[in-house]
């Protein structure tokens, strides 16, 4: 009955590497979020898609990039993996305009 | 920009004591205000809300008032457990974002000492 599932829940990898997170909601929501928690708990959004397109992109580099195959899905590929990219990594989703947004228990990206 | 500011931790309180995490804002226009919790080792909750002045949130115990005149939404509790350990997030959404954007505060540890 998980509302919103990331996969894995940890990763490590050496720089340089390209890696995926997966994120998958089963509620039925058209928008659907990637956040970023660093190791100081401070978080922030990264990027937003309502119904497979991208709504918001905060200054993220480039070597992130979202990609939402259906409306139930918001993948997030990572390539050249960076130090600095470590970080504990959120999906989120919602339904209406402000609705609640649920979010995933997170993947722990640790980059060696 | 829009932003928050929320007490640092982290908070280490005994049992039954009363609780307050405080929170002001900076936005342009009129947000709605959240307090968001996170229990070890899992996702966001959301715990309460509030969407215009004077509105209070409330839940599990806990409480939050808008005040636009001081711009806050200090999280309260009269009487906390040792379930109420986790790190707390207050945040906005911003109203001049199509209310697509959470903007948030970086957190105040909780710990309750039995």
């Known amino acids: 009955d998980t509302a919103v599932s990331q996969t894995p829940k940890y990763l490590v990898t050496q720089m340089g590497n390209d890696k995926s997170i997966k994120c998958e909601q089963n509620l039925g929501h058209d928008t659907m979020y990637w956040y970023k928690q660093d190791s100081k708990k401070f978080l922030k959004i990264m990027f937003s898609?309502?119904?497979?397109?991208?709504?918001i992109n905060e200054t993220v580099p480039n070597r992130f990039s979202p990609k939402s195959p259906d409306k139930a899905h918001l993948n997030l590929h990572i390539n050249s993996l960076e130090l600095g990219d470590s970080a504990v990594y959120f999906c989120a989703s919602r339904n209406v305009p402000l609705g609640e947004q649920y979010f995933g228990p997170g993947t722990r990206l640790t980059v060696t | 920009g829009n932003s928050v500011t929320q007490m640092e931790g982290p908070v280490t309180l005994s049992e039954e004591a009363f609780l307050t995490i405080n929170c002001t804002y900076t936005?342009?226009?009129?947000?709605?205000l959240f307090w968001y919790v996170q229990y070890p080792g899992e996702g966001l909750q959301l715990l309460l809300k509030a969407t215009k002045a004077d509105d209070k949130g409330s839940n599990k115990g806990f409480e939050a008032t808008y005040r636009k005149e001081t711009t806050s939404f200090h999280l309260e509790k009269g009487s906390v457990q040792v379930s109420d350990s986790a790190v707390y997030f207050c945040?906005?959404?911003?109203?001049?974002?199509?209310?697509?954007?959470?903007?948030f505060g970086t957190g105040t540890r909780l710990t309750i000492i039995p």
């Open positions: 898609y309502n119904n497979k397109e991208l709504i």
């Open positions: 936005a342009t226009g009129y947000p709605s």
């Open positions: 945040a906005l959404r911003d109203p001049n974002f199509g209310n697509e954007k959470l903007t």
